[in-house]
């Protein structure tokens, strides 16, 4: 199984960007993983928010392979403890193939057509996250998943 976290626009503060990258590379010490970033998209001014909703959509779309397995991050989804969530990887690891793909929305959330198309939603907080913010939370979360998997001292109950 390889895990893919798809997500809209480019980070552009440097410190999401240093961090973004040093949990990408521990992780990569466990299991395959990739970011892809799909690119913001232009003249949103001109847009309303269900068309803005939609252009993401497509895009998502067009970067979704067959077999995929679809999982939303969306704080109205499932919540795990970390240690369910390190349950829930490995359960994963079984059933899934190919891609285990984590999508990330833009502003406003996600486009209906999104939300038919993916599996499960998953929540980090009933909070709401930036969609720069919510990528390191779920990168780091993840990385955590497979340490407790491999029985290493980062996470403490
Ligand atoms: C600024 S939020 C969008 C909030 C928007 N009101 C909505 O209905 O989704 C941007 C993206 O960050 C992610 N996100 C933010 N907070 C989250 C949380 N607590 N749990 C999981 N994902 C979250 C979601 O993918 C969301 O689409």
């Given at each position: 199984?390889?895990?893919?976290?798809?997500?809209?626009g480019?980070?552009?503060?440097?410190?999401?960007?240093?961090?973004?990258?040093?949990y990408?590379n521990?992780l990569k010490?466990?299991i395959p993983?990739?970011?892809?970033?799909?690119?913001?998209?232009?003249?949103?001014?001109?847009?309303?928010?269900?068309?803005?909703?939609?252009k993401?959509?497509d895009?998502?779309?067009?970067?979704?392979?067959?077999g995929?397995?679809?999982?939303?991050l969306d704080?109205?989804?499932?919540?795990?403890?970390?240690v369910?969530f390190?349950?829930?990887i490995?359960k994963?690891?079984?059933?899934?193939?190919?891609?285990?793909?984590?999508v990330?929305?833009?502003?406003?959330g996600?486009a209906?057509?999104i939300y038919?198309?993916?599996s499960?939603?998953?929540?980090?907080?009933?909070?709401t996250?930036?969609?720069?913010?919510?990528?390191l939370?779920?990168?780091?979360?993840?990385?955590?998943?497979?340490?407790i998997l491999?029985?290493?001292?980062?996470h403490?109950?």
């Amino acid at each position: 199984m390889k895990i893919s976290l798809l997500v809209i626009g480019k980070t552009d503060a440097g410190y999401f960007v240093e961090a973004i990258k040093e949990y990408e590379n521990r992780l990569k010490h466990y299991i395959p993983f990739e970011m892809q970033v799909i690119p913001d998209i232009k003249n949103v001014r001109s847009m309303s928010e269900e068309q803005q909703k939609e252009k993401e959509g497509d895009l998502i779309l067009k970067c979704l392979q067959p077999g995929d397995y679809i999982v939303l991050l969306d704080e109205r989804g499932k919540e795990f403890s970390s240690v369910g969530f390190s349950g829930y990887i490995e359960k994963k690891s079984h059933t899934v193939n190919k891609r285990l793909v984590f999508v990330i929305g833009g502003p406003y959330g996600f486009a209906q057509t999104i939300y038919e198309k993916a599996s499960e939603r998953i929540s980090l907080s009933r909070m709401t996250f930036s969609h720069q913010m919510i990528r390191l939370i779920f990168i780091e979360q993840l990385y955590r998943a497979m340490t407790i998997l491999n029985n290493e001292p980062y996470h403490h109950e």
